[in-house]
């Protein structure tokens, strides 16, 4: 049976389409558009039908109810508080019935739905869908309400006239006034839509780009067991997922760039009685916390979708989903554009970095946006405690709901205990433009009342809230602006979290990728801790590890997943630019520090001199370590398909240690030139130079370490404060050990690239470099700009720079 009814108070899904927004809203159009245009192309989504525009103005007409509805608006403007505006348009609209023809017009089309699935008295979700939200400008995300689980006719009318009341909470009212659009153009659509029986299996949310960055080349994916409501609204810390688009077609490929298990500690589920509330929380078992809702074939199917709807409706997009436990199928249920990304100049990115370390961290979690903020900490239980908050203070809360919403809005910052990155929290602090650290855990119990603290998003992935205000500065930096340069310009990334921050920088790659930030940060844990893990003697170590690597029945594949899913998010950042991973340089004493470290470290006078960098790479003590290391690399380049990861090996002194090296890498099925992989070798110490050529047969290309390269040609501790002044790379020395570097490179057809912060910091060294005729310098990306400009001033200043090698 399709068409719609004789009625036209009621439109069937398959029959609108995105220019429906004025007669069902942008919820309700969107999925008229979805079901016509990308079912053909496998995008699932469930039946049902809506109600118009024109059936609510009807119901508005229903006993003056409109009339009353606008003196209450009115009285508002003239200073009426907004609970009791709030509270008498509602009561009015649910003690007033739906009108007879409209009333018959939702008990015909229920009834035809359940005909349609062969079901009696379907579970249904009646869902709110106003004319003026889900446009590009505004989300009104979570205005209006949702009722779950809805079954028979009755219940499907009464849900309909409460999500009419719905337009009218104190939250929609004030979000309206806060976009100045007229309450009284607004009508309300009602969506009626198949329920998934998510709660059996599990559901939430998925953004066709990077939410935070805008970087448009994933899809992300948040998940959680039972029904979507509680991702949506921040109730859960829900597991993470990214996806590559530009290999999501290639089916000899995994680009999964990132899994992250989230705390999923409650799952929303339906309660089982006919009582007020269909649905209840109810807390997850240690199983399901531990365990990754979709596996890898899911994930991909829901990012296939995603990618298909953006390519549809030509914009990022904002996607719920949801997994029937009874069919293993999956849903799409909602679809929307995304909106704050998408009102961001691309060609201004504004920039924040601490200038105060040293700041007590006192908790953390994701962080929501890339700015910072300090104020004085204000704790509310919920919206009802507004009138003690005040306006820049840091909003500390356990989660948001859209009541939260006139404080968020005064807020200088907000910190939740729970929630992911499509929570209710992040979501309207990124349409704020406020900094927001979710999924902080212990935040409420942790921060103090008036406690003033700063609040920073500015350093990757974690958030973090600092004791104390501390200094901060924010540069905008102009994009249209960055000269152009015959020496590439490269950056520094440690972090894989912050990779994304920056991709709109027109770098031309990544000069150094440094391996063991990733170890020390996403990982922790000694390598040969894990593959010894049956071997170690101190309990409380294997404890440590046995909670971190929880779910891994190898505890050396938690190194290897950790370490690949690092790498690979910044390759794909820049793909397919060349990212250079240099592989793992810790000093002993730096390894040793790692959890379950000191039993497989010797203890050494100068670590800065000992067993470091390619030494560690062949050496009984640490092949196998080493062998994780190359594990990750491959996977990143052969299974999810990122060919630019280039390797670099550090701290190699001897021609014959070259050779070691790059036979142990083969053994691990690192072969270079196999695949078109490419390996580098930093260029650090004196023997570098001096058999330059030597080194050239064997390996790709060059990166100086210009620190250690100063440190050991004059035989000056960079550490030490006594020496400092005589500590200069611009030292004839060391600057004409460069020259003679470049030169015996590009004899061989090989590039030299420098990492390092000086020439960004002098320019003179920077015109050095380029008179040198060096490829490429890498900096930190917010002196990317600044090196920019002092290259092009070198380049402008030398006349004609070749570079043999391009």
Known sequence: ???????????????????????????????????????????????????????????????????????????????????????????????????????????????????????????????????????????????????????????????????????????????????????????LSVGVQQMVRADRAGAGVMFTLDTDSGFPRVVLVNAAFGLGESVVSGAVDPDEYEVFKPFLHKTDLSPVIARRVGGKQTKIVYSGDSGDSPTRT???????????????????????????????????????????????????????????????????????????????????????????????????????????????????????????????QRAAAIVTDHGGRTSHAAIVSRELGVPAVVGAGDATATLSEDRRVTVSCAEGERGAVYDGVLEYEERDLDLTRVPETRTRVMLNIANPAAAFRWWRLPADGVGLARMEFVVANHIGVHPMALLRYDELADPTTKREIAELTAGYEDKSAFFVDRLAQGIARIAAAWWPRPVIVRMSDFKTNEYARLIGGLPFEPTEGNPMLGWRGASRYYHEDYREGFGLECRAVARVRDDIGLTNAVVMIPFCRTLGEADRVLAT???????????????????????????ARAFAERFDGFSIGSNDLTQLTLGVDRDSEQLAELFDERDPAVTDSIRTLVDAAHAGHRPVGLCGQRPSDDPDFARLLVEAGIDSVSVSPDSFLRVKENVAAAEAGSGAVTHPTG
């Open 1 to 187: 049976m399709t068409g719609t009814t004789e009625d036209d108070r009621i439109r069937w899904f398959e029959d609108l389409s995105a220019g429906d927004v004025a007669v069902v809203g942008g919820k309700n159009a969107s999925l008229g558009e979805l079901i016509g245009n990308l079912a053909p192309r496998g995008v699932r989504v469930p039946a049902g039908f809506a109600t118009t525009a024109d059936a609510y103005r009807e119901y508005l007409a229903t006993d003056g109810l409109g009339t009353a509805v606008a003196e209450r608006l009115d009285a508002l403007r003239d200073g009426a508080e907004l609970a009791d505006v709030g509270r008498t348009i509602r009561e009015r609209i649910l003690d007033t019935p739906l009108p007879p023809a409209l009333d018959g017009a939702v008990r015909r089309a229920y009834r035809e739905l359940c005909e349609r699935l062969g079901r009696a008295d379907v579970d249904v979700a009646v869902r709110s869908s106003a004319t003026a939200e889900d446009l590009p400008e505004a989300s009104f995300a979570g205005q209006q309400e949702t009722f779950l689980g809805v079954t028979g006719e009755d219940a499907v009318v009464d849900a309909c006239r409460r999500c009419c009341a719905s337009l009218f909470t104190d939250r929609a009212i004030s979000y309206r006034e806060h976009q100045r659009v007229d309450h009284l153009r607004v009508a």
């Open 282 to 408: 109810v807390e997850t078992s240690d199983a399901e916390r531990r365990a990754l809702v979709l596996d890898d074939q899911e994930l991909l199917q829901l990012a296939r979708w995603g990618e298909v709807i953006e390519e549809h409706y030509g914009r990022p997009m904002d996607i719920e989903w949801a997994k029937d436990g009874d069919t293993g199928e999956l849903h799409v249920v909602q679809a929307r554009p995304e909106t704050v990304q998408a009102r961001r100049q691309a060609a201004t990115l504004r920039s924040y970095r601490l200038t105060e370390p040293g700041g007590e961290r006192l908790v953390s979690g994701l962080a929501i946006g890339d700015a910072i903020a300090a104020g004085p900490v204000r704790k509310l239980n919920s919206p009802a405690e507004a009138d003690r908050f005040e306006d820049g203070a840091v909003l500390v809360a356990s989660a948001t709901d859209p009541d939260w919403e006139p404080v968020m």
């Open 665 to 691: 890498m083969a053994d691990h099925g690192l072969i270079r030139g196999l695949g078109g992989l490419e390996t580098y070798v930093m260029a650090e110490i004196p023997s570098n130079i001096v058999l």
